[in-house]
T-cell receptor
């Protein structure tokens, strides 16, 4: 059974810092991996999607990498801003494309 | 990007009543829709998967007679919580996926259900 773990569970940083969020998964047979952002009481916003054949994806200040063989992904946020404060969720899609399994998330707080 | 809406965004109901939540894909045909539940400070838990015109597939431990899912068209799925109890209070989120790869799921904004 696929399990997704995110470390750390919470992170507080001052504005301007670069930071890394970690995600690991137990079954490397995945179709893709997605990083989401969730603000309190809100739905999910998709940040980056990495196909199983890809190594990384970039969008603005965000860079996500994927090492499928070792079951790891990282989300790199450059020059963090207070507006980046949110919970970041990692999720892997099974090979059949039918089930998206989520980690518990990393709650990020960026202080000004 | 694809847009998914949910209605209502929040609802309060009394114990024993039923509540229906709608999930709509606004600008694409969603062959598959997913329903998730999220408890405070917890991650999303998949409840069920529904394909248009078929019966939903429920995850282990989810009562199909309590959480009725209907996916009658390519743009609409509904979740009905029957005979609601306070422990059903939660944040319910739906997502929708199209026919083609990469099978990306697009999420709705969620519905906060409070059962008193």
């Amino acid at each position: 059974k696929q399990e997704v773990t995110q470390i750390p569970a919470a992170l507080s940083v001052p504005e301007g810092e670069n930071l890394v969020l970690n995600c690991s998964f137990t079954d490397s047979a995945i179709y893709n991996l997605q990083w989401f952002r969730q603000d309190p009481g809100k739905g999910l916003t998709s940040l980056l999607l990495i196909q199983s054949s890809q190594r990384e994806q970039t969008s603005g200040r965000l860079n996500a990498s994927l090492d499928k063989s070792s079951g790891r992904s990282t989300l790199y946020i450059a020059a963090s801003q207070p507006g980046d404060s949110a919970t970041y969720l990692c999720a892997v899609l099974n090979q059949a494309g039918t089930a998206l399994i989520f980690g518990k998330g990393t709650t990020l707080s960026v202080s000004s | 990007g694809a847009v998914v809406s949910q209605h209502p965004s929040w609802v309060i109901c009394k114990s024993g009543t039923s509540v229906k939540i709608e999930c709509r894909s606004l600008d694409f045909q969603a062959t598959t829709m997913f329903w998730y539940r999220q408890f405070p400070k917890q991650s999303l838990m998949l409840m069920a998967t529904s394909n248009e015109g078929s019966k939903a597939t429920y995850e282990q431990g989810v009562e199909k007679d309590k959480f009725l899912i209907n996916h009658a068209s390519l743009t609409l799925s509904t979740l009905t919580v029957t005979s609601a109890h306070p422990e059903d209070s939660s944040f319910y989120i739906c997502s929708a996926s199209g026919r083609t790869e990469p099978y990306e799921q697009y999420f709705g904004p969620g519905t906060r259900l409070t059962v008193t």
